[in-house]
């Protein structure tokens, strides 16, 4: 009796031990994974990678965390694609509407790389919409002057007498 109860205890212990050495391997496969996708979004996002040690086993509650990190830097990596997408749009339009070259590596950068491996650090995002706002100052300027120059062929057509047929067929704007 006692040899069976020796025996099956130690067939118990090896039934756990084999469940252990499953979960030990479905665990760092998953965490290999995650440190896959960790190094992907962190390529991205210019950030730094998530601090867990490679060669430990790591707790459910380590992984789980892990995850959450992930999904927050996803949302994050998503969030910025959206307003990089939107800010580039605008960039090329005002671009073209300005008759501007881009003239800086990063101008280049925006106007002509792939939107998947534009670096989305909060420095770039900022820089992306200081190029903006400097695009648009840049048009209502414009704006300011043809105004301007257009008030004046008015004052001179006014002071030449110029027939409206004629301001009509020589106005362009």
Known sequence: EEETTILQLEKNLRTRVEVMRKQKR????????LQEQDRDLCDILCTTLFCIDG????SLEDLDRYRRHLASLTAKKEQRREEFVSSKRQIIL??????HTPDTSFERD?????????????????????????LEARRSLNEAVCAELRSRIMALWERLQVPVEERESSAVH
């Not at 060669?55 to 790591?58: E, G, H, K, R, T």
Request: aromatic share 2%; charged share 30%.
């Open 26 to 33: 479905d665990r760092k496969q998953e965490l290999k994974a």
């Open 55 to 58: 060669n430990a086993v790591p």
């Open 94 to 99: 005002l671009m073209e509407e300005l008759d």
């Open 110 to 134: 925006v106007a002509c790389e792939d939107e998947e491996a534009f670096c989305l650090s909060p420095d770039n995002i900022a820089a992306l919409q200081s190029l903006l706002q400097q």
